[in-house]
Antibody, heavy 118, light 108 residues
Framework: EMQLVESGGGLVQSGGSLRLSCAAS????????MNWVRQAPGKGLEWVSY????????YFADSVRGRFTISRDNAKNSLYLQMNSLRDEDTAIYYC???????????WGQGTLVTVSS | EIVLTQSPGTLSLSPGERTTLSCRAS???????LAWYQQKPGQAPRLLIY???SRATGIPDRFSGSGSGTDFTLTISRLEPEDFAVYYC??????????FGPGTRVDI
């Protein structure tokens, strides 16, 4: 069974940094492109970033480009999101999720909450 | 950037009813690039439909998707109690950003 477990969320001051991790199990992680998606409290879904299986292709939403970095370690079955210069509007649950054949986002983790306080 | 608009914002329905949710794109997109998700309170989203009309694994056949160009729909043929949730469409694949629509809430 595919499983994704996010960690690293917490309370951080505005302007601070945080690194999220996502541990994958139950599937061949190195074969899958991955995404980060976030959801502010009581709001809708916002796609954040994408990384291909080889890390060769990376995309970001305009709202985070230049502040966030996505990476992966296929040997450790792990995905990461380095978040710098955090703002109040970055407060959200952050989900890691698998790409499905470049058609959709398929398997989702349970999410990790990031709270940015000024 | 593709902007997705969903309508209506909220639907109040009863079990057994049929409903159609709309997703409109700001410009024409490939049907391949349109997906639908369901999200229940306190849970992660679940993929329902990909490629505009293909059901994801394990999704009941009362869920169906259709559309092309700028207009897409998700139809639930007969609402079950577990279908009351928020539904999102997403433009995904080929050209980022992979934007979501604002969602349609289906309430009892």
């Amino acid at each position: 069974e595919m499983q994704l477990v996010e960690s690293g969320g917490g309370l951080v001051q505005s302007g601070g940094s945080l690194r999220l991790s996502c541990a994958a199990s139950g599937f061949t992680f190195s074969a899958y492109s991955m995404n980060w998606v976030r959801q502010a409290p009581g709001k809708g879904l916002e796609w954040v970033s994408y990384i291909s299986s080889s890390s060769r292709t990376i995309y970001f939403a305009d709202s985070v480009r230049g502040r966030f970095t996505i990476s992966r370690d296929n040997a450790k079955n792990s995905l990461y999101l380095q978040m710098n210069s955090l703002r109040d509007e970055d407060t959200a649950i952050y989900y890691c999720a698998t790409d499905y054949r470049e058609l959709a986002i398929d398997c989702w983790g349970q999410g990790t909450l990031v709270t940015v306080s000024s | 950037e593709i902007v997705l608009t969903q309508s209506p914002g909220t639907l109040s329905l009863s079990p057994g009813e049929r409903t159609t949710l709309s997703c409109r794109a700001s410009q024409s997109i490939s049907s391949r690039c349109l997906a639908w998700y369901q999200q229940k309170p306190g849970q992660a989203p679940r993929l329902l439909i990909y490629g505009a009309s293909s059901r994801a694994t394990g999704i009941p056949d009362r869920f169906s998707g259709s559309g092309s160009g700028t207009d897409f729909t998700l139809t639930i043929s007969r609402l079950e109690p577990e279908d009351f949730a928020v539904y999102y469409c997403q433009h995904y694949g080929y050209s980022p950003p992979f934007t979501f629509g604002p969602g349609t809430r289906v309430d009892i």
